[in-house]
């Protein structure tokens, strides 16, 4: 099947040469073949000029190779799947040498222009030797044509004895002058008739049918579509049909063949993810029963495909109710894929040139040939890109495959949260990118980026979880033309990783100290309270905070007496007091908190607490003579301390008891008593008036008449009780007294202790 040559005959050319000067032949520009019935001829892309033609010469006779008469002549040019120049010619075509049916010549001229309009002629000899022998009947189904050949019909056995007489393969008027050919054309009539025409051969042949006959056969050729053909629809598939009869006169014997011949015209579709032909299968025009099928050979490009290679490639051919169906799978190797963007929308076109070499016998014909070119595309199916996401959380980072790209598809870019990520800086990011070829000629990409990204973004969830999240745009370069697909993906990954901040606290000289460490999500995300109040600028100048970031911690002290703190009880060891330090998460609302107590060591203090009651705690020490704290009471003198040491007493009471007096002064009520040094008298000894006390402090608290109490905190030397009141000063605790609703609330609950 490969013997074949290309003869540069320079100087023969030379003299039957009518035409312009050969140039000489660049190498590898050209391949010829020697298919069964054709000559093949195909010219390299990057050789084709601006334009280009074929010329076949035999002899002086020069014609160009296009249209009806390269139809009607057995002439196919294409260009092919990869943009190489095509040129078919069937043995048995016009101007083709024959000889003795043993060997066929062409001579061929390719003519290229270049954009100049320079032309340039190459004159290429085809030789093809006959490969395999000529059967019976052959069909060719081209892409513009339909041929038929059979043998010449033998005389019949009575005149044996008689020389065979060849009608000489002459110039019409002599021997063929008076062959018929009889076209029988199915009428549209309802039952179903058939009509005949009878038409001279030269009738025939304006008619559009090329007829001849060589040595040993006669032949019948004809484009699509010309006059007296006839479309048929079997079963899924259209199929174009001449049915026609040759008669001739032999001698005196009257012989008659059929040159019937039929092509599918079906194109391809696409079924499911396969390319589907489908041609009949036994087609009455030219088959006559019992039919037997003899041989099926497939191929694409122009080889016969192996069943092991067709198979490797997914090919199917299966007969399917006396339909073939032919599958190829879209963009299987032998074709060729074409990527576009259409509409945003990543699609292909496949094309693949396909031929069919079929044989069966029937009762007419000992042996038929049927070999079918067909060019097969399939026009911008949309071909999704199919990302997967292979992200396993605990590698933290994206693994993301984008899947399958032919070969003219290259990723240009790739842009994650608006932000193209730069292959310069990629390995130093932690960002890979690889390509993978699969055997069937397509790759996938595949993106893997760290979740440590700058470009990720990340949402706490709670519970430490943290979703990370990559929106990406990869874009994608078309070859040749340059077109962007761009695919947009987003990708999550969920991952308990989370560090949460942590609250750490201490007690001052000054106040409460607190930490509060940073953990790993952003500390943006959090809101710092302090005694349930959001700590801003305007609090930590109201309450004289100190606030300082560290690297990895924040420091806060809170100082005694200021916003924030709350009251929880007074004793001998001093003031209780606590700093409730919270971190909320702004979205999940998910909470971190910490309560740092501390005391505050102090001699002398009045808390009028909110529920009502007054605790004291007043200090003898400086009374001279001194005075046992144990003989101290209040207004009511069987109000006795609650505790004491060698000089200091603690009462605490209500202020509707212990002899408390209340004023009425406007809004508000001043509650007042006082501490006195009231020492037991032994029982026999008792006065008669109570003694004039030699130490008395006064207390006092006022609250509003209506409203609710607050917790205010003096010094007793400095209550509000000393008339007159407008000298009441809440001493150095006066911010103290403005402490908002929520946090009184939460002194009123504390008890009272120490
Ligand atoms: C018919 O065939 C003969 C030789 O076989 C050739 O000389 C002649 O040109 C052919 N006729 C046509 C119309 O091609
Ligand atoms: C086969 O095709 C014929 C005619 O096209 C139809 O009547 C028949 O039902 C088909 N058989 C099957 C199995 O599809
Ligand atoms: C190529 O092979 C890959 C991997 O086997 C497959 O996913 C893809 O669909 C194939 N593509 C074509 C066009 O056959
Ligand atoms: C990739 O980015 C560069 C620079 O930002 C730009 O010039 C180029 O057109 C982009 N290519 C694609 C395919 O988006
Ligand atoms: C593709 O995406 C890039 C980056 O988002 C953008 O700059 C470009 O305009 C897009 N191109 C097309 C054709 O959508
Ligand atoms: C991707 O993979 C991760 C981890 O297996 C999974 O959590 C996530 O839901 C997947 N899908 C998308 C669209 O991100
Ligand atoms: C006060 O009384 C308590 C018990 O009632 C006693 O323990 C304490 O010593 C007394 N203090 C003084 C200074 O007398
Ligand atoms: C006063 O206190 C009561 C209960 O303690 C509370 O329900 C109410 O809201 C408070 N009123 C004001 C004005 O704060």
């Not at 009608?167 to 008027?173: C, D, K, N, R």
């Not at 929880?568 to 309560?595: C, F, Y």
Request: with cysteine; aromatic share 10%; hydrophobic share 40%.
């Amino acid at each position: 099947m490969v013997m074949y040559y290309v003869s540069l005959l320079w100087f023969l050319l030379f003299g039957l040469c009518p035409m312009s000067v050969p140039d000489s032949i660049p190498i590898g520009m050209f391949r010829t073949d020697c298919h069964d019935r054709h000559f093949w001829l195909s010219v390299d892309s990057n050789f084709l000029g601006h334009k280009f033609r074929f010329d076949v010469q035999a002899g002086t006779e020069i014609h160009e190779v296009s249209g009806q008469w390269a139809a009607e002549c057995g002439y196919t040019m294409a260009l092919d799947s990869w943009g190489d120049l095509l040129l078919r010619v069937s043995y048995l075509a016009c101007l083709v040498e024959n000889q003795k049916e043993t060997e066929y010549r062409l001579l061929v001229w390719f003519i290229n222009r270049d954009s100049n309009g320079e032309e340039k002629s190459y004159p290429l000899l085809l030789t093809c030797p006959l490969q395999v022998p000529w059967g019976p009947r052959e069909l060719v189904c081209e892409q513009n044509y339909m041929e038929v050949s059979v043998l010449k019909p033998q005389p019949p056995d009575n005149h044996i004895s008689t020389a065979w007489v060849t009608p000489a393969p002459v110039e019409l008027g002599e021997g063929l002058r008076e062959w018929r050919v009889v076209f029988r054309i199915p009428t549209l009539s309802q039952e179903g008739g058939i009509r005949e025409e009878t038409v001279p051969l030269r009738m025939a042949h304006l008619l559009g049918y090329h007829i001849n006959t060589t040595d040993s056969r006669i032949l019948l050729r004809c484009a699509y579509g010309s006059k007296l053909a006839y479309t048929q629809q079997w079963g899924e598939t259209d199929v174009e049909e001449v049915s026609a009869t040759i008669l001739y006169k032999l001698k005196w014997t009257l012989l008659t063949v059929d040159m019937s011949v039929a092509c599918a015209i079906s194109l391809a579709q696409m079924d499911g993810s396969d390319v589907l032909w489908s041609l009949p299968r036994d087609l009455p025009t030219l088959v006559h029963p019992p039919f037997i099928e003899k041989g099926l050979k497939f191929g694409v490009g122009g080889q016969y495909l192996s069943e092991c290679v067709a198979h490797q490639r997914g090919y199917m051919i299966h007969d399917n109710n006396r339909t073939l169906e032919i599958r190829i799978p879209f963009g299987a190797e032998g074709g060729f894929i074409k990527s576009h963007v259409i509409d945003g929308l990543y699609s292909q076109s496949y094309f693949v040139d396909v031929f069919l070499l079929r044989e069966w016998e029937d009762k007419a014909w000992s042996l038929t040939q049927q070999r079918t070119f067909r060019a097969l595309f399939i026009y911008h199916l949309p071909r999704p890109v199919t990302l997967v996401n292979k992200t396993v959380p605990s590698q933290r980072e994206f693994s993301i495959s984008l899947c399958c790209f032919p070969y003219d598809v290259s990723l240009g870019n790739v842009t994650v949260a608006a932000q193209p990520v730069l292959w310069e800086e990629m390995e130093r990011n932690g960002v890979r990118l690889s390509q993978n070829p699969f055997p069937n000629n397509t790759y996938l990409y595949l993106f893997q980026m760290p979740f440590s990204h700058p470009l990720i973004s990340q949402k706490y969830l709670g519970d430490r979880f943290r979703r990370y999240t990559l929106h990406g745009v990869f874009s994608f370069i078309l070859f040749p033309d340059g077109e962007i697909y761009n695919h947009s993906a987003t990708v999550e990954a969920e991952l308990q990783d989370v560090v949460l901040p942590k609250l750490e606290g201490e007690c001052t000289v000054r106040g409460v100290h607190t930490l509060a460490y940073y953990g790993n999500i952003d500390s943006s995300e959090w809101s710092l309270y302090v005694g349930g109040m959001r700590l801003d600028w305007e609090l930590v100048e109201l309450g004289g905070f100190s606030l300082d970031p560290h690297e990895l911690y924040l420091s806060l002290e809170v100082p005694l007496y200021a916003p924030g703190m709350a009251y929880e009880g007074l004793g001998l060891q001093g003031l209780l007091v606590s700093v409730l330090v919270s971190l909320v998460h702004l979205e999940t609302a998910e909470e971190q908190t910490h309560v740092q107590r501390c005391v505050f060591p102090v001699r002398e203090l009045l808390v009028c607490l909110p529920d009502g009651r007054m605790v004291v705690m007043v200090d003898t020490a400086g009374v001279s003579p001194p005075l046992n704290p144990n003989h101290t009471a209040l207004l009511d003198p069987a109000c006795r301390p609650l505790e004491t040491d060698n000089s200091r007493a603690i009462f605490s009471f209500s202020i509707d008891s212990c002899g408390t007096v209340a004023t009425h002064d406007g809004d508000q009520v001043i509650y007042r008593n006082e501490v006195r040094n009231m020492p037991p008298f032994p029982p026999h000894l008792r006065p008669l008036s109570q003694p004039q006390p030699r130490y008395r402090v006064p207390l006092g608290c006022v609250h509003p008449e209506n409203r609710n109490h607050t917790l205010s905190i003096y010094l007793p030397s400095h209550s509000p009780t000393l008339l007159p009141m407008k000298n009441a000063q809440k001493t150095a605790f006066h911010s103290h007294t403005r402490h908002p609703e929520g946090l009184d609330q939460k002194m009123h609950s504390l008890p009272v202790g120490g």
